[in-house]
């Protein structure tokens, strides 16, 4: 059994990952919109070109880090991308904020566009050289279903707080209005996230079993990068799952996104209003671990438990469309909150069992162009997310010097309905595609001890 502390160690991991994808959902396309002055179609364009660009290095970087890694021999093919990438991507998220206060993007829009574009290309890379891999690491250092769930559910604990604490943290150092504020928000937000890592470094470090493991693995030529991925794709349980995580990151980007729209326009407050808004989101999580872990002892299956919890977040998002003031939505993201932390639960251990019956079909541990894929699909919602708003926006004459009824109705309309369309539309295709029960996972795990890889 791993040692809890290397649990609650990795699991800082998921902290990190929520803490910069909170604050990057909830103030970039604002920041670029309504403070830098770009317009919403540029701003939409440099986010759909951000996700393409995920759409190339993510399972690239997957692949490629899954052949070799430097000082591999001492400290495994993992660890040395995930501290390197970590901190260099952490340094990328301050330039993203760093848009030369000269440039007019209302009078020559072209340069602050390819400024949005290369600033938040590059953190994605760097993101993506971290993440594929420290999510590589859990199916491979987390083997039984005991230390998953328990892995699991000290991440979940652990990643609220990042959560809440990429939502939280950045309205107390950015004030609507004031664009250089926001400079000093993400050197915030760097320092925290650099400074988190050395929390991390205990959990993600590989044992000797795991470091021989590759090294086996390493002598045996890959199959080529596009077989890798036909044969991934071709898994009807490993689609499913990627295609749940997409409709459920892109639901939970417009809401995150929405918040301070909501907070700015809706309610007509200021920037430290969102964080109580924020705080509900983090109790009602943080309530929910212990009803769905009971819930899951009876049903036993982590893939249905996603089911569930994906239907959940569509029945408590859709009333965010109606609600008139701050009180009722600080109550409404509480209960919404109680769908969250369920399938954030449940999300690394059903992940888990994915890959276990990939590894035991292909008879190879290629997981990290399977996490590859995964970040494709889930990073791809910021393409959603930023489509979304210019489409709502445009329809509804979204202008932030004149905010008239029709454009707070379609605010209301990407914080809360069309968010649960995502998730009922996720829950759904995920019932129907979904194959593995709990005899299936089990022989898959049976087989996997006896192939030891």
């Given at each position: 059994?791993?040692?809890?502390?290397?649990?609650?160690?990795?699991?800082?991991?998921?902290?990190?990952?929520?803490?910069?994808?909170?604050?990057?959902?909830?103030?970039?396309?604002?920041?670029?919109?309504?403070?830098?002055?770009?317009?919403?179609?540029?701003?939409?364009?440099?986010?759909?070109?951000?996700?393409?660009?995920?759409?190339?290095?993510?399972?690239?970087?997957?692949?490629?880090?899954?052949?070799?890694?430097?000082?591999?021999?001492?400290?495994?093919?993992?660890?040395?991308?995930?501290?390197?990438?970590?901190?260099?991507?952490?340094?990328?998220?301050?330039?993203?904020?760093?848009?030369?206060?000269?440039?007019?993007?209302?009078?020559?829009?072209?340069?602050?566009?390819?400024?949005?574009?290369?600033?938040?290309?590059?953190?994605?890379?760097?993101?993506?050289?971290?993440?594929?891999?420290?999510?590589?690491?859990?199916?491979?250092?987390?083997?039984?279903?005991?230390?998953?769930?328990?892995?699991?559910?000290?991440?979940?604990?652990?990643?609220?707080?990042?959560?809440?604490?990429?939502?939280?943290?950045?309205?107390?150092?950015?004030?609507?209005?004031?664009?250089?504020?926001?400079?000093?928000?993400?050197?915030?937000?760097?320092?925290?996230?650099?400074?988190?890592?050395?929390?991390?470094?205990?959990?993600?470090?590989?044992?000797?079993?795991?470091?021989?493991?590759?090294?086996?693995?390493?002598?045996?030529?890959?199959?080529?990068?596009?077989?890798?991925?036909?044969?991934?794709?071709?898994?009807?349980?490993?689609?499913?799952?990627?295609?749940?995580?997409?409709?459920?990151?892109?639901?939970?980007?417009?809401?995150?996104?929405?918040?301070?729209?909501?907070?700015?326009?809706?309610?007509?407050?200021?920037?430290?209003?969102?964080?109580?808004?924020?705080?509900?989101?983090?109790?009602?999580?943080?309530?929910?671990?212990?009803?769905?872990?009971?819930?899951?002892?009876?049903?036993?299956?982590?893939?249905?438990?996603?089911?569930?919890?994906?239907?959940?977040?569509?029945?408590?998002?859709?009333?965010?469309?109606?609600?008139?003031?701050?009180?009722?939505?600080i109550v409404g993201m509480t209960l919404w909150g109680l769908g969250f932390g369920g399938f954030w639960t449940f999300m690394s251990p059903a992940m888990a069992d994915v890959i276990d019956s990939l590894v035991v079909e292909q008879k190879r541990r290629d997981d990290g162009v399977v996490l590859g894929i995964r970040a494709f699909f889930m990073r791809f919602s910021y393409a959603s997310q930023a489509i979304v708003f210019f489409v709502v926006h445009k329809l509804t004459g979204f202008d932030d010097q004149l905010i008239t009824e029709s454009a707070r109705w379609?605010?209301?309309?990407?914080?809360?309905?069309?968010?649960?369309?995502?998730?009922?539309?996720?829950?759904?295709?995920?019932?129907?595609?979904?194959?593995?029960?709990?005899?299936?996972?089990?022989?898959?795990?049976?087989?996997?001890?006896?192939?030891?890889?």
């Amino acid at each position: 059994m791993v040692k809890k502390g290397i649990m609650v160690s990795y699991g800082m991991g998921k902290f990190i990952a929520e803490f910069l994808t909170g604050a990057f959902g909830s103030i970039v396309f604002m920041f670029y919109e309504t403070e830098v002055g770009l317009s919403g179609a540029y701003a939409a364009l440099a986010t759909v070109i951000y996700s393409v660009w995920n759409a190339v290095n993510d399972p690239i970087i997957g692949y490629m880090t899954n052949k070799t890694a430097p000082l591999s021999k001492k400290f495994g093919r993992r660890f040395v991308w995930i501290m390197g990438g970590l901190v260099l991507c952490s340094l990328a998220f301050i330039m993203i904020f760093s848009v030369p206060a000269s440039w007019d993007a209302k009078k020559q829009p072209l340069p602050v566009f390819l400024w949005m574009v290369i600033t938040i290309c590059l953190y994605d890379g760097l993101y993506s050289l971290w993440e594929v891999n420290y999510q590589s690491l859990y199916p491979d250092k987390f083997r039984t279903d005991k230390e998953r769930t328990t892995t699991a559910a000290i991440g979940t604990g652990i990643g609220v707080l990042g959560i809440a604490a990429g939502f939280i943290i950045p309205p107390l150092f950015f004030s609507y209005g004031v664009r250089a504020s926001y400079q000093v928000c993400a050197i915030v937000i760097a320092a925290i996230s650099i400074a988190c890592t050395l929390g991390l470094s205990y959990g993600v470090s590989e044992t000797k079993q795991m470091i021989n493991r590759f090294s086996e693995q390493h002598t045996k030529e890959a199959p080529p990068f596009f077989s890798q991925m036909r044969k991934a794709l071709k898994n009807r349980n490993l689609l499913a799952f990627v295609i749940l995580l997409f409709c459920y990151q892109s639901g939970c980007m417009l809401m995150t996104a929405s918040v301070n729209y909501v907070v700015k326009y809706v309610l007509g407050g200021k920037s430290t209003q969102a964080t109580p808004i924020f705080a509900g989101m983090l109790v009602g999580t943080l309530l929910s671990i212990l009803l769905w872990t009971r819930i899951a002892k009876k049903i036993k299956n982590n893939q249905r438990m996603l089911i569930l919890s994906s239907f959940a977040l569509a029945l408590f998002a859709l009333p965010l469309t109606f609600l008139p003031n701050a009180g009722s939505f600080i109550v409404g993201m509480t209960l919404w909150g109680l769908g969250f932390g369920g399938f954030w639960t449940f999300m690394s251990p059903a992940m888990a069992d994915v890959i276990d019956s990939l590894v035991v079909e292909q008879k190879r541990r290629d997981d990290g162009v399977v996490l590859g894929i995964r970040a494709f699909f889930m990073r791809f919602s910021y393409a959603s997310q930023a489509i979304v708003f210019f489409v709502v926006h445009k329809l509804t004459g979204f202008d932030d010097q004149l905010i008239t009824e029709s454009a707070r109705w379609g605010i209301r309309l990407h914080m809360g309905l069309i968010p649960a369309v995502f998730f009922l539309l996720g829950g759904l295709l995920f019932l129907r595609m979904n194959r593995l029960d709990a005899d299936q996972i089990e022989k898959n795990r049976l087989a996997l001890s006896q192939l030891d890889i």
